[in-house]
């Protein structure tokens, strides 16, 4: 069985400083793992995901995410924050063995960036 | 490119009466799908998912049951709404390997 954590209920940042949300998983064999933002009333949007290959994932709208194996983390980055970041991030984790696709979601992060 | 439709946006309905919320993608052919449900604004429930027209996979014990008419067409029923219920709910798809899920808008249920 998969599961994910998100530390922290929300985040909050100054416009133009560095955004990190954090992500730990826990799986048992090979994972992969995704990030989504969900603005309010609206589906997730999908911003990146790591399979295999370069620990550095590069999403959409400038953010990336780092890929740790050691430490079970998939923390996503962003350098400069901007106000229209703020929003709710998941963090996703699914199996590579699991052929039916299923996803464990971590609780949410809400980023708060004030300008 | 593939587009996910879900309906209605908001539903308002009372205790004791069905429930149907349909869920359709385009652009693409057999494809996993999948109900989720959001509690509080927060964390995701996985509640139903299919691979195939027919095949339905419940991942929880509950009030509601999902169907699969078509390759592309996926259903969220209840015969009797519980104020329970109530909540954000949340179509997605993917193709069946390691792709991204797609996420339809959702549609916010109040049971009253």
């Known amino acids: 069985a998969q599961s994910v954590a998100q530390p922290e209920d929300q985040v909050n940042v100054a416009e133009g400083n560095p955004l990190t949300v954090k992500c730990t998983y826990s799986?048992?064999?090979?994972?992969?793992l995704f990030w989504y933002v969900q603005y309010p009333n609206r589906g997730l949007q999908f911003l990146l995901k790591y399979i295999t290959g370069d620990n550095l994932v590069k999403g959409s709208y400038g953010f990336e995410a780092e890929f740790n194996k050691s430490q079970t983390s998939f923390h996503l980055k962003k350098p400069s924050a901007l106000v229209s970041d703020s929003a709710l991030y998941f963090c996703?984790?699914?199996?590579?063995?699991?052929?039916?696709?299923?996803?464990?979601f971590g609780a949410g992060t809400q980023v708060v960036v004030t300008p | 490119s593939q587009t996910i439709h879900q309906w209605p946006a908001t539903l308002v309905q009372p205790v004791g009466s069905p429930l149907s919320l349909e869920c359709t993608v385009e652009g693409t052919s057999n494809p996993n799908l999948y109900w989720y449900r959001q509690a509080a604004g927060r964390g995701l429930q996985l509640l139903f998912y299919?691979?195939?027209?027919?095949?339905i996979s419940s991942e929880v014990p509950q009030n509601l049951s999902a169907s699969r008419p078509q390759d592309r067409q996926f259903i969220l029923s209840s015969k009797k709404l519980l104020l329970s219920d109530s909540g954000f709910y949340l179509c997605a798809w993917k193709r069946g390997d390691n792709s991204p899920l797609h996420f339809g808008n959702g549609t916010r249920l109040t049971v009253t």
């Open positions: 996703a984790v699914g199996m590579t063995t699991d052929s039916w696709g299923k996803l464990q």
């Open positions: 799986v048992s064999g090979n994972p992969y």
């Open positions: 299919s691979v195939g027209i027919g095949q």
